[in-house]
């Protein structure tokens, strides 16, 4: 069993910044890629960036191209976003999810939440005005 454990979210001012981690734990598993998405308030899940486990390549959403970094540390399992200028509509719970080798790596499909097998449980973050 694969667990993802995110950890950095919370309330922040507008301008302000936060990182947001996902450790991996369990089974040891080899993955394509990382990634993280996010779902604000009445909306649905939407993707925010991935990196790809081997090469260290990354994607963006448009809207966070610019501000929000992505960021791998092999050794301890982690991926991390750095979330920089932040406004109140990246308020929202951000999620971690995980691609692993049960399947082909496909980066065009990064954007879609059935590509990724692995989810974490959440971490909010909030950007007052």
């Known amino acids: 069993q694969v667990q993802l454990v995110e950890s950095g979210g919370g309330l922040v001012q507008a301008g302000g910044s936060l990182r947001l981690s996902c450790a991996a734990s369990?089974?040891?598993?080899?993955?394509?890629?990382m990634g993280w998405f996010r779902q604000p308030p009445g909306k649905e899940r939407e993707f925010v960036a991935a990196?790809?486990?081997?090469?260290?390549?990354?994607y963006y959403v448009d809207s966070v191209k610019g501000r929000f970094t992505i960021s791998r540390d092999n050794a301890k399992n982690t991926v991390y976003v750095q979330l920089n200028s932040l406004k109140p509509e990246d308020t929202a719970a951000y999620y971690c999810?995980?691609?692993?080798?049960?399947?082909?790596?496909?980066?065009?499909?990064?954007?879609?939440?059935?590509?990724?097998?692995?989810w974490g449980q959440g971490t909010q973050v909030t950007v007052s005005s």
């Open positions: 369990g089974r040891t598993f080899s993955r394509h890629a």
């Open positions: 999810a995980a691609r692993s080798f049960s399947g082909p790596n496909r980066p065009d499909q990064y954007g879609s939440s059935w590509y990724w097998d692995y």
């Open positions: 990196i790809s486990w081997s090469t260290g390549f990354t």
